[in-house]
């Protein structure tokens, strides 16, 4: 038995309602592999997303799938019935809400949580008990995700820890070993063999490559590692100092042994006051325990592994593991921390993103990348990857790349949902375009730009650009050519389980009914399918019809600002949602951002206040500008390096907020002078 989430939108249909009136509710299926996998007798959680009421998500019934998938007639959709056991509409009556489940470690990474965007999600199977069980027991729910992260965490780890610990063979083995190993005596006598035994007790040496680099053969006289060892050790400087020396000096560095194996070291020779610092434990502890350490921009291994310890103590993450889990082993406590770290690591790090910055625990190197060395300085070669990863994109990414809330991403991927055709407007620099790539991003729940073209309308943009149409090639011959979204259509209609999408730049600067022509009609939401092919215009004896498959979106843009074009036509209009992007100056997002770019506070405010006032201004002649020819903010994002503030604000003064002013008031010179003397 599969356990499963489908989600409502209050919205556009009165799921309270539904479910209270019906015994048995239809559900659509929109993924051909959701169509295939659900059976009869699965368990199914209704999700009731917020809607209009802020909070108020979460899972309201339990249902049971009462038939096969099948297609209902007059909507031409794949739906399922479900019956319904029971529902819990409110939180009076026990739902389940959203920002507990979120809150829980054990519901945190529900698909629907972090790509909320779709109809119908799979759990895992330990996920579908543990909903089961909140739905049984809801104060569970309440009373486990009011605990922090860390403990939450360790409460679950203590009902496996004696078992994960004892597995661990390996931890207590490699502590002896450097027991003997970090031995004053036993440094200053070291032959290359002891130096080898290295890579039976360090994680980060279990590919064979990155072994093989650092200990297949010595890559500097033995006399150098002892000296090397001695320094990182019990040299007289820092530790963070002694790390970065060792890692970096050409008179310490070791060719081969990087952060992760100089972590494992230290955290095995010092195992009463250090933690490892390695990958597993770094992902644990910052991406998924959420404790953040004081990192700054610049700093080196060295200080990382300190201000990384540091978090540890401030968190009081020790006494924490010895309340709630308490000593098992007779192992140095740190050992059996790094223990719990994995158990977290291993646990969870599936669900998020990360990144490998050392070669001897990055998992795509193989044994076919060929090792470039000389004077004791050597790195990997490797054939570049023929496929690029498809990374995840969930509401995080995309809250953490715009301006917006979350309440407005969802609407936007609702109404996309909705509609299947969007179009962002809004006055100039406020980012649109990077909104909409990030909006099919975040509408198909991954960074996949192999399904997403971009275009941009021009007044000589036409049909044969766009659909298709005769074009002449290097003999001067014409031949029949496909345009970017007829390609695109084609591929959608071969890959239904994936979205397509295209994103239209400036889309009312094209003569639209000329550039869609008779696909006018195909782009409608109840007008997509093969029932509703056509013949092109430009078309091949014998050739199939052509239709717009239900898996293609259209994201366009439209500057409010540009007065020299004519409104868009009716008849395209009422195809798409229209959606309002404002300048965001207000939002508190903004001024994070420009804090973490190491902008003063000082000269935030003044930008605030001053284009504040400009849009003010901007505002009140309502005759010839208004509401959308105010100034955006993304005058004000594209920041490299910024090594003179002030410079870098009075270069966007000048070139690109007065030129825009001097072209809103062409015949008022004085009001532009005057404005930008007020700002400057």
Known sequence: MSIWIFQGNPKYFDVDKYLIEKKIVTWSLKAKKHQEEIKIGDKVFIWRSDGKEKESGGIVALCEVATSPYVEKEENTTVVDLKVIEYKLDLESNMLRRVDLKENIKTRFLNIIRTPQGTNFQCTDEQGAYLLDFWNIPKKLRDESQNSILDQYLMLYKTDAKKWLEESTFVDENYKFFNEFIKTKNLEK????????????????????????????????????????????YGGETLDTRIDKFLNDKKYKVFGFGNAVVSEILGNAFPEELCFCNQRDTVAVENLINIKPDYSKGDL????????????KSNEVIKKYLDIVGKITELPIYLELDQFFSYVFERDSKFIKFNSEDY??????????????????????????????????????????????????????????????????????????????????????????TKIE????????????????????????????????????????KDLENNYYIIIDEIN??????????????????????????????????????????????????????????????????????????????????????????????????IIDSINYINSEIEKDDIELGKGYRIGHSYFCNIDKLE?????????????????????????????????????
């Open 190 to 233: 070291m032959i290359w063999e002891d130096v080898q035994q290295i890579g039976n007790h360090v994680n980060a040496f279990r590919m064979a490559l990155a072994r093989k680099r650092a200990l297949g053969t010595p890559n500097g006289p033995i006399e150098k590692y002892r000296e090397s060892f001695k320094y990182l050790l």
């Open 360 to 449: 001897e625990i990055d998992e795509n190197i193989d044994e076919n990348s060929t090792i470039k060395d000389g004077s004791g300085v050597g790195y990997v070669e490797s054939e570049p990857s023929k496929t690029e990863e498809i990374e995840e994109f969930t509401m995080d990414d995309f809250i953490k790349d715009v301006f917006l809330e979350k309440e407005e991403a969802d609407e936007i991927v609702e109404l996309l949902d909705y509609k299947n055709n969007i179009i962002l407007q809004g006055p100039p620099g406020v980012g649109k375009t990077f909104i909409a790539k990030r909006i099919a991003y975040l509408h198909s729940g991954k960074k996949d730009n």
């Open 301 to 312: 291994f060295g200080t990382k592994f300190m201000k990384f310890q540091d978090a540890i």
């Open 644 to 680: 003179d503030e002030n410079k870098w604000y009075n270069r966007i003064i000048k070139y690109e907020i007065k030129t825009l002013l001097e072209e809103y008031w062409f015949d008022d010179k004085d009001k532009v002078s005057d404005l930008i003397d007020r700002i400057k």
């Open 454 to 493: 971009m275009v941009q309308f021009h007044q000589s943009y036409s049909y044969e650009d766009f659909v298709r149409g005769f074009r002449p090639d290097s003999d001067g011959k014409f031949n029949l050519k496909n345009g970017i979204f007829y390609d695109l259509c084609k591929r959608a209609a």
């Open 509 to 606: 600067r094209g003569n639209l009914s000329k550039i869609f022509g008779e696909l006018l009609m195909l782009i409608e939401k109840d007008k997509r399918g093969n029932d509703y092919e056509v013949t092109l215009t430009y078309h091949n004896d014998g050739e199939d019809k052509f239709y717009i498959p239900k898996n293609v979106y259209i994201i366009g843009t439209m500057n409010t600002a540009d007065r020299s074009l004519a409104l868009v036509d009716y008849a395209l209009r009422r195809r798409f949602t229209f959606i309002d992007i404002e300048p965001c100056f207000n939002r508190s997002s903004f001024k994070e951002f420009l804090i973490s770019k190491r902008v003063t506070e000082e000269l935030i405010l003044k």
